[in-house]
Protein backbone atom coordinates (compact mmCIF):
# COMPACT_ATOMS: atom_id res chain seq x y z
CA UNK A 1 0.00 0.00 0.00
CA UNK A 2 2.60 2.34 1.27
CA UNK A 3 5.17 1.42 -1.99
CA UNK A 4 1.67 2.43 -4.17
CA UNK A 5 1.13 5.41 -2.93
CA UNK A 6 4.82 6.60 -3.02
CA UNK A 7 4.87 5.93 -7.15
CA UNK A 8 4.74 8.73 -9.32
CA UNK A 9 2.09 9.06 -11.45
CA UNK A 10 2.12 8.62 -15.03
CA UNK A 11 2.03 11.53 -17.73
CA UNK A 12 -0.86 11.58 -20.53
CA UNK A 13 0.17 12.89 -23.46
CA UNK A 14 3.75 15.74 -23.20
CA UNK A 15 4.03 17.91 -20.89
CA UNK A 16 4.92 21.39 -21.21
CA UNK A 17 6.08 23.58 -18.79
CA UNK A 18 4.18 26.86 -18.61
CA UNK A 19 5.69 29.86 -20.49
CA UNK A 20 4.89 33.67 -18.83
CA UNK A 21 4.06 35.97 -21.55
CA UNK A 22 6.92 38.24 -22.48
CA UNK A 23 6.67 41.98 -22.12
CA UNK A 24 7.58 44.14 -24.85
CA UNK A 25 10.11 46.86 -23.60
CA UNK A 26 10.68 50.34 -25.07
CA UNK A 27 13.29 52.36 -24.75
CA UNK A 28 13.14 55.93 -23.07
CA UNK A 29 13.62 57.52 -26.36
CA UNK A 30 10.88 55.60 -28.08
CA UNK A 31 8.64 56.42 -25.00
CA UNK A 32 9.65 60.05 -25.55
CA UNK A 33 8.96 59.91 -29.85
CA UNK A 34 5.44 58.34 -28.55
CA UNK A 35 4.38 60.97 -25.88
CA UNK A 36 5.79 63.67 -29.06
CA UNK A 37 3.79 62.65 -31.72
CA UNK A 38 0.51 62.40 -29.26
CA UNK A 39 1.40 66.01 -28.38
CA UNK A 40 1.13 67.22 -31.48
CA UNK A 41 -2.18 65.41 -32.63
CA UNK A 42 -3.53 66.64 -29.50
CA UNK A 43 -2.57 70.42 -29.92
CA UNK A 44 -3.82 70.13 -33.56
CA UNK A 45 -7.16 68.83 -32.34
CA UNK A 46 -7.79 71.23 -29.49
CA UNK A 47 -6.37 74.69 -31.53
CA UNK A 48 -9.79 74.64 -33.26
CA UNK A 49 -11.99 74.86 -29.60
CA UNK A 50 -8.61 77.31 -28.47
CA UNK A 51 -9.38 79.92 -31.57
CA UNK A 52 -13.17 79.51 -30.97
CA UNK A 53 -13.01 80.40 -27.35
CA UNK A 54 -10.55 83.22 -27.72
CA UNK A 55 -12.38 84.49 -30.97
CA UNK A 56 -15.95 85.10 -28.93
CA UNK A 57 -14.03 87.07 -25.74
CA UNK A 58 -11.84 89.18 -28.80
CA UNK A 59 -12.84 92.75 -29.30
CA UNK A 60 -13.82 93.60 -33.55
CA UNK A 61 -10.12 95.31 -33.71
CA UNK A 62 -8.62 92.07 -32.80
CA UNK A 63 -10.92 90.04 -34.50
CA UNK A 64 -10.12 91.49 -37.75
CA UNK A 65 -6.20 91.66 -36.81
CA UNK A 66 -3.48 90.18 -39.36
CA UNK A 67 -1.51 88.55 -39.15
CA UNK A 68 -4.68 86.62 -36.54
CA UNK A 69 -3.63 85.80 -33.10
CA UNK A 70 -4.77 82.33 -31.36
CA UNK A 71 -4.87 83.81 -27.86
CA UNK A 72 -7.05 87.32 -27.01
CA UNK A 73 -4.91 89.97 -25.31
CA UNK A 74 -7.94 92.08 -24.11
CA UNK A 75 -10.56 89.60 -23.56
CA UNK A 76 -14.05 91.11 -23.12
CA UNK A 77 -18.17 89.84 -22.81
CA UNK A 78 -19.32 92.50 -25.83
CA UNK A 79 -19.78 89.84 -28.47
CA UNK A 80 -22.06 88.02 -26.65
CA UNK A 81 -23.63 91.59 -25.46
CA UNK A 82 -24.67 92.79 -29.27
CA UNK A 83 -25.58 88.73 -29.68
CA UNK A 84 -28.05 89.18 -27.16
CA UNK A 85 -29.73 92.56 -28.28
CA UNK A 86 -29.92 90.97 -31.51
CA UNK A 87 -31.78 88.58 -30.74
CA UNK A 88 -33.65 90.99 -28.63
CA UNK A 89 -34.60 93.11 -31.38
CA UNK A 90 -35.97 89.82 -33.49
CA UNK A 91 -39.69 89.31 -33.46
CA UNK A 92 -39.82 85.84 -31.94
CA UNK A 93 -38.54 86.11 -28.47
CA UNK A 94 -35.15 84.21 -27.55
CA UNK A 95 -36.45 82.01 -25.37
CA UNK A 96 -38.65 80.65 -28.12
CA UNK A 97 -36.23 79.66 -29.99
CA UNK A 98 -34.58 78.18 -26.87
CA UNK A 99 -37.78 76.16 -26.53
CA UNK A 100 -37.70 74.49 -29.63
CA UNK A 101 -34.12 73.46 -29.70
CA UNK A 102 -35.31 71.83 -26.24
CA UNK A 103 -38.04 70.20 -27.75
CA UNK A 104 -36.81 69.16 -30.84
CA UNK A 105 -33.40 68.20 -29.33
CA UNK A 106 -35.27 66.32 -26.16
CA UNK A 107 -37.30 64.50 -28.11
CA UNK A 108 -35.65 63.46 -31.09
CA UNK A 109 -32.72 62.09 -28.86
CA UNK A 110 -35.12 60.14 -26.27
CA UNK A 111 -37.62 58.92 -28.70
CA UNK A 112 -34.30 57.59 -31.11
CA UNK A 113 -32.74 55.40 -27.77
CA UNK A 114 -35.97 54.31 -26.78
CA UNK A 115 -37.04 53.10 -30.00
CA UNK A 116 -33.81 51.78 -31.26
CA UNK A 117 -33.53 50.10 -27.81
CA UNK A 118 -36.23 48.25 -28.27
CA UNK A 119 -36.46 47.55 -32.14
CA UNK A 120 -32.69 46.02 -31.30
CA UNK A 121 -34.04 43.25 -28.27
CA UNK A 122 -35.96 40.95 -30.72
CA UNK A 123 -33.20 40.89 -33.45
CA UNK A 124 -30.69 40.09 -30.78
CA UNK A 125 -32.56 37.86 -28.63
CA UNK A 126 -35.28 36.13 -29.96
CA UNK A 127 -35.34 33.94 -32.82
CA UNK A 128 -37.87 34.01 -35.86
CA UNK A 129 -38.84 34.13 -39.16
CA UNK A 130 -37.03 37.28 -41.44
CA UNK A 131 -34.76 38.20 -38.58
CA UNK A 132 -31.79 38.10 -40.85
CA UNK A 133 -33.86 39.99 -43.80
CA UNK A 134 -34.82 42.90 -41.14
CA UNK A 135 -31.29 43.63 -40.14
CA UNK A 136 -29.78 43.17 -43.25
CA UNK A 137 -32.38 46.49 -44.16
CA UNK A 138 -31.03 48.06 -41.35
CA UNK A 139 -27.47 47.55 -42.51
CA UNK A 140 -28.33 48.77 -46.29
CA UNK A 141 -30.37 51.74 -44.69
CA UNK A 142 -26.66 53.06 -43.30
CA UNK A 143 -25.32 53.01 -46.76
CA UNK A 144 -27.20 56.04 -48.10
CA UNK A 145 -26.72 59.50 -47.05
CA UNK A 146 -29.20 61.99 -45.98
CA UNK A 147 -29.14 63.98 -48.95
CA UNK A 148 -30.43 60.87 -50.51
CA UNK A 149 -33.15 60.20 -48.67
CA UNK A 150 -34.15 63.65 -48.27
CA UNK A 151 -36.68 63.94 -50.68
CA UNK A 152 -38.24 60.68 -49.84
CA UNK A 153 -38.53 61.47 -46.62
CA UNK A 154 -40.24 64.74 -47.36
CA UNK A 155 -42.56 63.04 -49.38
CA UNK A 156 -43.92 60.64 -46.16
CA UNK A 157 -43.66 63.84 -43.95
CA UNK A 158 -46.20 65.68 -46.55
CA UNK A 159 -48.16 62.62 -46.95
CA UNK A 160 -48.56 62.09 -42.78
CA UNK A 161 -49.66 65.33 -42.74
CA UNK A 162 -47.00 66.81 -40.36
CA UNK A 163 -44.96 68.94 -42.39
CA UNK A 164 -43.75 72.51 -40.74
CA UNK A 165 -44.47 70.73 -37.28
CA UNK A 166 -41.77 69.51 -34.95
CA UNK A 167 -42.92 65.92 -35.37
CA UNK A 168 -41.32 66.11 -38.92
CA UNK A 169 -37.70 66.78 -37.49
CA UNK A 170 -38.06 64.23 -33.99
CA UNK A 171 -39.93 61.31 -36.14
CA UNK A 172 -37.41 61.11 -38.74
CA UNK A 173 -34.52 61.06 -36.26
CA UNK A 174 -36.18 58.06 -34.38
CA UNK A 175 -36.08 55.57 -37.09
CA UNK A 176 -31.65 56.09 -37.27
CA UNK A 177 -30.63 52.73 -38.40
CA UNK A 178 -27.32 53.53 -36.92
CA UNK A 179 -29.02 53.11 -33.07
CA UNK A 180 -30.28 49.96 -33.75
CA UNK A 181 -27.30 48.62 -35.19
CA UNK A 182 -25.24 49.56 -31.86
CA UNK A 183 -27.73 48.65 -29.17
CA UNK A 184 -27.95 44.94 -30.80
CA UNK A 185 -24.62 44.48 -30.86
CA UNK A 186 -24.26 45.42 -27.50
CA UNK A 187 -27.65 42.97 -26.33
CA UNK A 188 -26.02 40.15 -28.09
CA UNK A 189 -23.26 40.29 -25.50
CA UNK A 190 -25.78 39.52 -22.24
CA UNK A 191 -25.45 36.21 -21.37
CA UNK A 192 -28.65 34.36 -22.63
CA UNK A 193 -28.66 32.73 -19.24
CA UNK A 194 -28.98 35.84 -17.11
CA UNK A 195 -32.51 36.24 -19.26
CA UNK A 196 -34.01 32.87 -19.14
CA UNK A 197 -33.51 33.01 -15.49
CA UNK A 198 -36.03 35.99 -15.27
CA UNK A 199 -38.31 34.03 -17.53
CA UNK A 200 -38.34 31.54 -15.00
CA UNK A 201 -39.02 33.69 -12.16
CA UNK A 202 -42.01 34.81 -13.85
CA UNK A 203 -40.77 38.11 -15.26
CA UNK A 204 -42.22 39.53 -18.32
CA UNK A 205 -40.62 40.24 -21.68
CA UNK A 206 -41.33 44.08 -21.01
CA UNK A 207 -40.02 43.97 -17.41
CA UNK A 208 -36.92 41.94 -18.36
CA UNK A 209 -36.35 44.45 -21.08
CA UNK A 210 -36.36 47.85 -18.82
CA UNK A 211 -34.93 46.07 -15.78
CA UNK A 212 -32.50 43.60 -17.33
CA UNK A 213 -31.39 44.58 -20.51
CA UNK A 214 -31.56 48.12 -20.55
CA UNK A 215 -29.18 48.84 -17.39
CA UNK A 216 -26.79 46.15 -18.66
CA UNK A 217 -26.39 48.33 -21.94
CA UNK A 218 -26.55 51.52 -19.87
CA UNK A 219 -22.86 52.57 -21.94
CA UNK A 220 -24.34 52.11 -25.37
CA UNK A 221 -27.34 53.85 -25.04
CA UNK A 222 -25.57 56.65 -22.99
CA UNK A 223 -23.28 56.78 -26.60
CA UNK A 224 -25.95 56.70 -28.57
CA UNK A 225 -27.78 59.64 -26.52
CA UNK A 226 -24.76 61.73 -27.20
CA UNK A 227 -24.22 61.24 -30.77
CA UNK A 228 -28.29 61.70 -31.48
CA UNK A 229 -28.07 64.96 -29.60
CA UNK A 230 -25.43 66.02 -31.68
CA UNK A 231 -27.25 65.42 -34.67
CA UNK A 232 -30.28 67.41 -33.40
CA UNK A 233 -28.58 70.18 -31.88
CA UNK A 234 -27.01 71.34 -35.33
CA UNK A 235 -30.49 70.88 -37.22
CA UNK A 236 -31.73 73.71 -38.40
CA UNK A 237 -35.22 72.24 -39.98
CA UNK A 238 -35.30 74.56 -42.88
CA UNK A 239 -36.90 71.70 -44.93
CA UNK A 240 -39.49 71.25 -43.02
CA UNK A 241 -40.42 74.16 -40.70
CA UNK A 242 -41.58 77.10 -43.03
CA UNK A 243 -42.64 79.42 -39.41
CA UNK A 244 -40.31 81.30 -37.71
CA UNK A 245 -42.74 80.57 -34.73
CA UNK A 246 -41.00 76.91 -34.98
CA UNK A 247 -37.75 77.23 -36.03
CA UNK A 248 -34.83 76.31 -33.33
CA UNK A 249 -32.14 78.29 -32.03
CA UNK A 250 -29.39 77.05 -34.85
CA UNK A 251 -31.58 78.69 -37.50
CA UNK A 252 -31.64 81.94 -35.41
CA UNK A 253 -28.26 81.57 -34.36
CA UNK A 254 -26.54 80.86 -38.18
CA UNK A 255 -29.10 84.03 -39.24
CA UNK A 256 -27.31 86.32 -37.44
CA UNK A 257 -23.60 85.06 -38.17
CA UNK A 258 -24.22 85.54 -41.85
CA UNK A 259 -24.89 89.05 -41.31
CA UNK A 260 -21.58 91.02 -42.11
CA UNK A 261 -18.45 92.26 -40.60
CA UNK A 262 -20.99 94.52 -38.36
CA UNK A 263 -22.13 91.04 -36.95
CA UNK A 264 -18.49 89.65 -36.57
CA UNK A 265 -18.21 89.51 -32.75
CA UNK A 266 -21.86 88.34 -32.59
CA UNK A 267 -20.88 85.97 -35.21
CA UNK A 268 -17.85 84.85 -32.90
CA UNK A 269 -20.43 84.46 -30.11
CA UNK A 270 -22.86 82.05 -32.05
CA UNK A 271 -19.88 79.69 -32.96
CA UNK A 272 -18.72 79.64 -29.65
CA UNK A 273 -22.75 78.66 -28.33
CA UNK A 274 -23.18 76.18 -30.71
CA UNK A 275 -19.70 74.40 -29.88
CA UNK A 276 -20.01 74.68 -26.29
CA UNK A 277 -23.26 72.65 -25.80
CA UNK A 278 -22.09 69.67 -27.10
CA UNK A 279 -18.91 69.24 -26.04
CA UNK A 280 -20.62 69.83 -22.51
CA UNK A 281 -23.00 67.05 -22.59
CA UNK A 282 -19.74 64.97 -23.85
CA UNK A 283 -17.79 65.92 -21.35
CA UNK A 284 -20.34 64.76 -19.01
CA UNK A 285 -20.84 61.58 -20.33
CA UNK A 286 -17.21 60.27 -21.77
CA UNK A 287 -16.54 57.86 -19.33
CA UNK A 288 -19.84 55.91 -20.47
CA UNK A 289 -18.16 56.58 -24.39
CA UNK A 290 -14.70 54.68 -23.17
CA UNK A 291 -16.85 52.05 -21.41
CA UNK A 292 -18.50 51.23 -24.82
CA UNK A 293 -15.24 51.41 -26.75
CA UNK A 294 -14.01 48.57 -24.40
CA UNK A 295 -17.25 46.29 -24.23
CA UNK A 296 -18.51 44.75 -21.69
CA UNK A 297 -17.05 42.02 -19.86
CA UNK A 298 -19.86 39.32 -19.44
CA UNK A 299 -19.80 35.88 -20.89
CA UNK A 300 -21.90 32.62 -20.92
Known amino acids: MKSALKEKPRRIGKFRPFRRERKINRSAAGNGLLFALMAICGVFMAMPLVMIVNNALKPLDEIF???????????????????????????????????????????????HVIFASMAAYPLAKHEFKGKNVMFSLVILSMMFSWTVTQVPNYLIITALGINNTHLALILPACAFGMGLYLMKQFMEQIPNSIIESARLDGASEFRIFWQIIMPNVKPAWLTLAIFQFQQMWVNTGHLFLRSEELRPLQHALQFIAQGGVQRAGAAAAVAFIIAAIPITFFLICQSYILETMTTSGMKD
Open 65 to 111: QFPPRIFVRYPTLENFTDLFVLMSDSWVPFSRYILNTVIITGCGTVG
